[in-house]
């Protein structure tokens, strides 16, 4: 009881001393929205928020009979420390936002796993099974040229684990064969030649930063050749040679496709896929599981078996291994029904324009200066960079950006923070990154944006 002395503040005392209507500690606890709070974020999160509510009413800032509802204003809705945003950046994989959202089958598989599971555990003999058996069946089934497949924690570590595994260690090449073009860009384009170094492999560049010719890769390869690394860049540079050319140098070709199209698709058609690259030649392809593939982080392998098992039982492995809510979740994305990357490709521009028109109207009905326009989406950080998606946006007047960014933090399960594009003065809500279950969600959001920005 030592704060009642600290929060003494006589000039605000009248004649009953509010410090004794003061509730206390388990009389609030005991109240059953606190008891709430308590049993989604524990007590000792619930405890602090009532001394400091406590202590408010004891300074006489706030009256006794508030002090439930401060402290109850004070805590978060629940303990997760992840805010869920809508994306409407038209970016449909977008770094900040965590990329591919995943599919509602997706996320019930990992609720599902988040307890104990069968992750490296055959239920039918008792002992210890493949891990993630089930996701790996599935990728294979998906790609039916990979001989042998296996899954990282990203594509990065995929990366990592293959130089390490083909590029150093006894009786291995120390040499990555790699195009100039290749190695220079921005993103993990650009960060690439470091990760791969860091393992102790040398990076062998060749050719110019625009074009590479099998002639210059025929020279550079030799006995101390690990393999040569395609690295997917569709934008400048690159190399003129295909992996028909590379495939005949008699050393392993990696294919790092980047954003994880297993097959060709049709909204993307400059777009390499794991499928292609590995009928074309490649014995090893490298992907990401959460870029295109519409997936979880992951990094995925696939290829011919003798290499896939040298990444696979390599030590290193052990550290990039994927967790179970992954294989969960790549399971399903695999085997379920098309995910939002997909479908967010796949909409016709005429489909997103319409539901741009419907939410432009309902928002100017509201009094909101909305306006529907054409806008171009992207496919976003890694995938397909270049390419434009011809889309629709919903235009704002900018001062909307915050409090939508911002979004209300008392309705977070019911009016998310929405993510716009700034252009001009004004702020944009590209809808093909946004699912169209989610409009009346974004509808009530810019209304709830509007009005903080009406009081402000
Ligand atoms: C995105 C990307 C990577 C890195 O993949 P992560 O899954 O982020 O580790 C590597 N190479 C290419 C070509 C990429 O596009």
Redesign the pocket.
Known sequence: MRGWAAGFRPGRLTSVDPRRLVPRTDALLADPRLAAAERRLGRGRVKAAVAAAQQQARAGRIRPGEVAATALAALPAHAASLVPVLNATGVLVHDGLGRAPLSAAARAAVATAAGCTDLEFDLASGSRGQRGAGALAALAAAVPAAQAVHVVS????A?VLAATALATGPGNGREIVVSRGELTGTG??GR?PGLLESTGARIRAVGTTRRATPADYAAAVGPDTAFVLK??RSRAGGSGAGLADLAGLGVPVLG?I??GLLAPSAALPGEPDAGTWLRAGAGLVTA?G??LLGGP?A?LILGRADLVTRLARHPLARALRAGKLTFAALGATLAGPPVPVAEALAATAASVFSRAERLAGRLAVAGIDARAVRALAVAGD?AAPGVALPSAAVSLPGELAAPLRAGDPARRGTVPPVAGRAAGDRVLLDLRSVAPDADDTLAAAVVAAAAVLQRS
């Open positions: 990203s594509n990065a570590a990366l993990a384009a690439l690295a997917h790092d980047g954003a990401s959460d870029k982080q990094g890694g």
